[in-house]
């Protein structure tokens, strides 16, 4: 119980640092529009020959905060598609400021194409970390399961799935290991896979669903039943 104790713990002190990193990011990116504002005037007063050089400076000081901004998305939503946005924004300011010779448009090229391919290719299949149908990462934001599921549970239960599954195992005064099955808010949550002591895959599934399951099986016993019967009839 006290290493649930101390996980519960440390999840939220890496929940809370993490908004308080967002907060002072989206403060930095405030203070950046300043200096937007002084390049414009820098633009407009800076004669043919030298312009080209400050609105470069403009782009790349635009671009980096743009990439701020994606930080902030990734910080608080921990999706893939979020990580995947930040990789492109960055590889375009690269491309865009830094790109000088063909074999760095190229590679920059190479680079975002490699990008779209994840997207389309495994990006569906996993979300952030391994996700099959209804299993999904321990560290899948808990919001984000009741948004899907519209199950109706307490945040104070957790900010993700895994301190969701301490809470309850907590409350239920029973260990965290593969095969548990907790009960909250009208879904079944199984512990699928846990190394080392850390949870690390949960199944999610509703009542219903398990219901439906259920007459399905029963149902085909029937048909089976029926079927046999008038076989040897």
């Known amino acids: 119980m006290k290493d649930l104790l101390i996980m519960k713990k440390l999840e939220k002190s890496a929940y809370y640092l993490e908004i308080v990193l967002t907060v002072l990011v989206a403060i930095a990116i405030v203070i950046g529009l300043i200096d937007i504002i002084k390049y414009f005037l820098l633009i407009f007063n800076t004669g043919p020959e030298g312009s080209y050089i400050v609105f470069k400076n403009f782009l790349a000081h635009t671009l980096l ?4 901004i994606e930080l902030m998305l990734m910080l ?7 990580i995947l946005e930040l990789v492109l924004y960055l590889i375009a300011r690269k491309m865009l400021i830094y790109g000088d010779t063909m074999l760095d448009l190229v590679l920059g090229t190479i680079a975002i194409a490699g990008v779209f391919a994840i997207q389309k290719y495994l990006e569906p299949k996993k979300d952030f970390v391994a ?8 560290s899948t934001r808990l919001e984000k399961i ?3 599921t519209g199950a109706d549970i307490p945040s104070s239960k957790g900010h993700t ?8 195992a907590e409350e239920a005064c029973v260990p965290v290991s593969e095969g548990t099955i907790f009960e ?7 512990v699928v896979t846990v190394k080392d002591g850390v949870i690390e895959k949960v199944m999610i599934t509703k009542d219903e669903e398990d219901e439906e399951s259920e007459e399905g099986i029963d149902n085909a016993e029937k048909m089976k039943g029926k079927d046999d019967e008038s076989w040897h009839y």
């Open 131 to 138: 996700r099959d149908e209804r299993v999904y990462s321990a």
């Open 65 to 68: 905060l743009v990439v701020g």
């Open 184 to 190: 909250s808010g009208g879904l079944n949550i199984k």
């Open 76 to 82: 608080l939503s921990h999706s893939t598609s979020a």
């Open 146 to 148: 009741l948004e899907e």
């Open 161 to 168: 799935l895994g301190g969701l599954v301490c809470n309850l």
